[in-house]
């Protein structure tokens, strides 16, 4: 049940500390009258506490990744809400009040929700991508079929490592001992291993790629690329690179006509690694319930 309404002493009693942040009476009054307010339920006293402990774990590890959500940020998102909601920012505030509800109470949930999603993008950044080959792969289990052809490539990356701030000559020999490589290279499985007697030479694991995926570069060197051979080097952030063609086949993709599909398989991965990553900072954290 909702909690009644709390004197002046009462409101402020501290219930929990989250890394020695208060939470007090008033608080948990507040998220309750919030979670009812969009839920039109009565949460439990335990289930507004809950949340306002994940609220402060979240806050906590925004601040420990230099993720800073401004006031500036907070008032564009609760003006966007008030959009979607066909009202003004006066009279959204005005229904706050009338529900029970400080605005301000309101505006820290939405603080370290828009902390949140840039944590999960930090700590979890493949959740929130979702390829065309996860999308037909859904499809054909689904039993329907996509709707357009593509390229499945199978690759490997070999990067010839440039430290940073090293001058031009140095990263003009590593595309020499590159394209020396590609000149010498005719198969996967054979040659790698010529890759690894260069100096400072990262071979990464294969990975599978659909054309659409791919940007449009890439996919053009790939077309011209036969396989079992090399891309011509390319200068990165961590030096130069070539990819081995290891394979391809024809296969079919999603194009956007799917984009309820891509959203729900979005939507899982990101739920699944946000209860992985909020499980583990609350664990990390220190709890003290009054």
């Known amino acids: 049940m909702l909690l009644l309404a709390a004197g002046p002493t009462e409101a402020q009693q501290v ?9 007090t009476a008033l608080d948990v009054d507040q998220r309750a009258r919030i979670i009812e307010a969009f839920s039109r339920r009565k949460p439990t006293r335990k289930e507004a506490l809950d949340e306002l402990v994940d609220q402060k774990v979240k806050l906590s590890q925004a601040k420990r990744l230099n993720i800073d959500i401004t006031d500036t940020d907070v008032e564009r998102e609760f003006a966007a809400m008030a959009r979607r909601a066909g009202r003004s920012m006066t009279d959204l505030n005005a229904a706050f009040r009338q529900a029970g509800i400080n605005p301000s109470a309101f505006k820290t949930k939405l603080r370290a929700d828009l ?3 840039d944590i999960l993008q930090k700590m979890s950044p493949g959740a929130f991508q979702v390829r065309d080959a996860d999308v037909v792969a859904a499809l054909i289990a689904r039993g329907q079929q996509p709707s357009s052809k593509a ?3 199978t690759m490997r990356q070999i990067v010839f490592v440039v430290p940073s701030g090293s001058p031009d000559s140095v990263r003009a020999a590593r595309v020499r001992e590159a394209e ?5 290279f005719s198969d996967c499985v054979r040659d790698l291993q010529l890759a690894r007697e260069f ?11 659909i054309s659409t995926d791919l940007p449009q570069r ?3 060197l790939l077309e011209k690329t036969p396989d079992g051979q090399m891309t011509p080097p390319e200068p990165t952030s961590s030096g130069v690179e070539v990819v081995a063609v ?9 194009l956007g006509s799917r984009s309820e599909i891509r959203e729900q398989l979005l939507s899982q991965r990101v739920e699944n690694q946000e209860k992985k990553i909020l499980d583990n900072l609350r664990r990390q954290a220190i709890i003290d319930y009054r």
């Open 180 to 184: 020396s490589l590609r000149s010498k």
């Open 115 to 117: 902390g949140w999603r």
């Open 246 to 254: 290891c394979g391809r086949k024809e296969t079919v993709a999603d």
């Open 218 to 220: 890439l996919r053009e």
């Open 151 to 153: 390229v499945q490539y």
């Open 199 to 209: 100096r400072e030479v990262v071979v990464k694991d294969p990975v599978t790629r």
């Open 15 to 23: 219930v929990a500390f989250v890394n020695g942040e208060p939470i």
